[in-house]
């Protein structure tokens, strides 16, 4: 045979196998089977196991693996990694395994304050993402924005980390910083995303009042739903009531939900004529459903403020507003989640969080995957969506440069009315002219560049005017269908 059929042959063995041998390294097979025995067992019918030998399956590959692996394995860390497999097999991205320390970090993120970025993050399509920023976080402050897909924290690939996995490296220490490397829709380049890490206090409910044609709008606002969210907004919402306002907006924006009974509470003091508020169905189909206690409707109107970062329990409160109540919704179709996960003891500390219901609206409608729909449709301003400008300490951003990061400082300097004149990433002399007029206006050397100091100086400015409620859209939007409904 000659050298070049030679070498044929043997990639085709390579590819194929033959024999013993696999192109990941040399195999034996077990000595108590054959070649031939095994063939024959291949060929015959596979036969389904009852539970008893579906346990002794189990057992045995755990008792194999514990004895006869090459190295040394810990049978809690097999375990464990069995019940993630089942976790990973349901192919569910709010299904999950907590370890103790996990489980511990769950609970604290439903207490009353943790430390870390403040975002709610949930496996969607095998990648970490981000499902919505709280409001005025340090995740909010840095630009981050729903549907962003995290591929790195600080350098290092998370690819194969499950959330929990992914969130724990997140977290950390107030005044420390993670650098996440996020991938987002629109954007030709990954984003390099720095965010100071702080202690996110869960004040999940805030009110305010706004005075407009001889109107008083009172507005709460929920971030999220937690332990004591529903007795906080009955006391709010009472004393709002007793200062005498005219009409009420509920804002759930960027809300990622939390727990279902929460939500129900809430239901009881906004639904009226004892309406549904949700439903829930279960891996049967049978449907069981909470309604109000609430007689009779409020003599003011209610307005609901939604958008694409409103996910879970907020859905509920915004479909129930809609549907039973027959209330206005304002902003944008919310997130999409139709699921209820519930948390099951393992009993050493480590939980399940499991999906194992859905939930449907009061008119028995699923919103899993295609969110409500608000009946008034307004978008907020491009400035709001802003990423935070990322510049190195030795390698300030200057004329000619070309890239996402350019592209950033464009956007925002747009949204503050420095006109770069293009937004394509380019920085060319009209945008150094309006770098210019900026630092000029912040009391920093006019020369153009973009360094540390301007580029926080930008992130700290474009802030501030996403604040002022006059240049929120969605919110004055609201208060005007408050004030008609008041007339």
Same mark, same amino acid.
């Given at each position: 045979?000659?050298?070049?059929?030679?070498?044929?042959?043997?990639?085709?063995?390579?590819?194929?196998?033959?024999?013993?041998?696999?192109?990941?390294?040399?195999?034996?097979? *077990?000595? #108590?089977? #054959?070649?031939?025995?095994?063939? $024959?067992?291949?060929?015959?019918?596979?036969?389904?196991?009852?539970?008893?030998?579906?346990?002794?399956?189990?057992?045995?590959?755990?008792?194999?693996?514990?004895?006869?692996?090459?190295?040394?394995?810990?049978?809690?860390?097999?375990?464990?990694?069995?019940?993630?497999?089942?976790?990973?097999?349901?192919?569910?991205?709010? #299904?999950?395994?907590?370890?103790?320390?996990?489980?511990?970090?769950?609970?604290?993120?439903?207490?009353?304050?943790?430390?870390?970025?403040?975002?709610?993050?949930?496996?969607?399509?095998?990648?970490?993402?981000? =499902?919505?920023?709280?409001?005025?976080?340090?995740?909010?402050?840095?630009?981050?924005?729903?549907? $962003?897909?995290?591929?790195?924290?600080?350098?290092? /690939?998370?690819?194969?980390?499950? &959330?929990?996995?992914?969130?724990?490296?997140?977290?950390?220490?107030?005044?420390?910083?993670?650098?996440?490397?996020?991938?987002?829709?629109?954007?030709?380049?990954?984003?390099?995303?720095? =965010?100071?890490?702080?202690?996110?206090?869960?004040?999940? &409910?805030?009110?305010?009042?706004?005075?407009?044609?001889?109107?008083?709008?009172?507005?709460?606002?929920?971030?999220?739903?937690?332990?004591?969210? !529903? +007795? /906080?907004?009955?006391?709010?919402?009472?004393?709002?009531?007793?200062?005498?306002?005219?009409?009420?907006?509920?804002? =759930?924006?960027? *809300?990622?939900?939390?727990?279902?009974?929460?939500?129900?509470?809430?239901? $009881?003091?906004?639904?009226?004529?004892?309406?549904?508020?949700?439903?829930?169905?279960?891996?049967?189909?049978?449907?069981?459903?909470?309604?109000?206690?609430?007689?009779? !409707?409020?003599?003011?109107?209610?307005?609901?403020?939604?958008?694409?970062?409103?996910? #879970?329990?907020?859905?509920?409160?915004?479909?129930?507003?809609?549907?039973?109540?027959?209330?206005?919704?304002?902003? *944008?179709?919310?997130?999409?989640?139709? %699921? =209820?996960?519930?948390?099951?003891?393992?009993?050493?500390?480590?939980?399940?969080?499991?999906?194992?219901?859905?939930?449907?609206?009061?008119?028995?409608?699923?919103? *899993?995957?295609?969110?409500?729909?608000?009946? +008034?449709?307004?978008?907020?301003?491009?400035?709001?969506?802003?990423? @935070?400008?990322?510049?190195?300490?030795?390698?300030?951003?200057?004329?000619?440069?070309?890239?996402?990061? &350019?592209? /950033?400082?464009?956007?925002?300097?747009?949204?503050?009315?420095?006109?770069?004149?293009?937004?394509?990433?380019?920085?060319?002399?009209?945008?150094?002219?309006?770098?210019?007029?900026?630092?000029?206006?912040?009391?920093?050397? @006019? /020369?153009?560049?973009?360094?540390?100091?301007?580029? %926080?100086?930008?992130?700290?400015?474009?802030?501030?005017?996403?604040?002022?409620?006059?240049?929120?859209?969605?919110?004055?939007?609201?208060?005007?269908?408050?004030?008609?409904?008041?007339?």
């Amino acid at each position: 045979m000659n050298s070049k059929r030679l070498f044929i042959v043997v990639i085709l063995v390579m590819i194929l196998g033959a024999g013993s041998y696999y192109l990941t390294g040399l195999f034996m097979t *077990n000595a #108590s089977q #054959s070649n031939s025995d095994r063939n $024959d067992s291949q060929e015959s019918e596979i036969v389904e196991l009852n539970d008893d030998e579906l346990m002794k399956k189990f057992e045995k590959a755990l008792n194999t693996i514990e004895d006869r692996y090459v190295e040394e394995v810990d049978r809690q860390d097999l375990i464990e990694g069995a019940i993630s497999g089942m976790i990973d097999e349901l192919g569910d991205p709010f #299904s999950d395994y907590m370890d103790q320390e996990t489980a511990n970090e769950f609970v604290e993120s439903l207490g009353s304050e943790f430390q870390g970025i403040g975002a709610e993050v949930s496996m969607i399509n095998g990648k970490v993402t981000i =499902v919505s920023p709280f409001r005025d976080s340090p995740a909010e402050q840095a630009g981050l924005q729903a549907n $962003d897909r995290i591929i790195e924290i600080d350098g290092e /690939n998370i690819e194969g980390l499950s &959330v929990n996995e992914a969130v724990l490296k997140i977290r950390g220490e107030k005044g420390t910083t993670v650098r996440l490397t996020i991938e987002r829709d629109g954007s030709s380049e990954l984003l390099d995303v720095p =965010v100071e890490r702080d202690t996110i206090p869960i004040e999940t &409910v805030r009110t305010q009042t706004f005075e407009q044609d001889g109107q008083t709008i009172g507005l709460l606002e929920i971030t999220s739903f937690s332990e004591d969210t !529903a +007795i /906080n907004f009955k006391d709010q919402l009472q004393q709002l009531e007793q200062d005498g306002m005219d009409a009420l907006i509920i804002d =759930v924006r960027g *809300n990622p939900g939390g727990y279902l009974n929460a939500v129900e509470q809430i239901g $009881d003091e906004l639904i009226p004529d004892e309406k549904a508020i949700v439903q829930t169905e279960d891996r049967d189909g049978a449907r069981t459903g909470y309604t109000s206690k609430l007689k009779e !409707a409020k003599d003011y109107p209610i307005i609901g403020l939604i958008d694409e970062r409103s996910a #879970s329990a907020s859905e509920i409160l915004a479909a129930a507003l809609k549907e039973s109540g027959g209330y206005d919704l304002v902003g *944008n179709t919310t997130f999409g989640k139709g %699921t =209820v996960q519930q948390t099951v003891d393992l009993g050493d500390g480590s939980d399940l969080k499991l999906t194992m219901m859905r939930w449907l609206t009061p008119d028995g409608n699923s919103i *899993n995957q295609e969110g409500v729909t608000p009946t +008034i449709e307004v978008s907020q301003p491009e400035y709001f969506f802003s990423t @935070a400008v990322s510049v190195e300490e030795d390698a300030p951003i200057v004329f000619d440069s070309l890239g996402e990061q &350019v592209k /950033n400082a464009q956007f925002i300097l747009k949204g503050l009315d420095y006109d770069p004149g293009r937004e394509d990433g380019y920085f060319d002399q009209q945008t150094v002219d309006a770098v210019k007029s900026f630092q000029e206006d912040e009391g920093i050397e @006019a /020369n153009g560049e973009i360094n540390q100091e301007t580029a %926080t100086a930008l992130q700290e400015r474009i802030v501030e005017e996403i604040r002022k409620a006059e240049n929120d859209s969605q919110l004055q939007k609201a208060i005007d269908v408050a004030i008609e409904q008041t007339n």
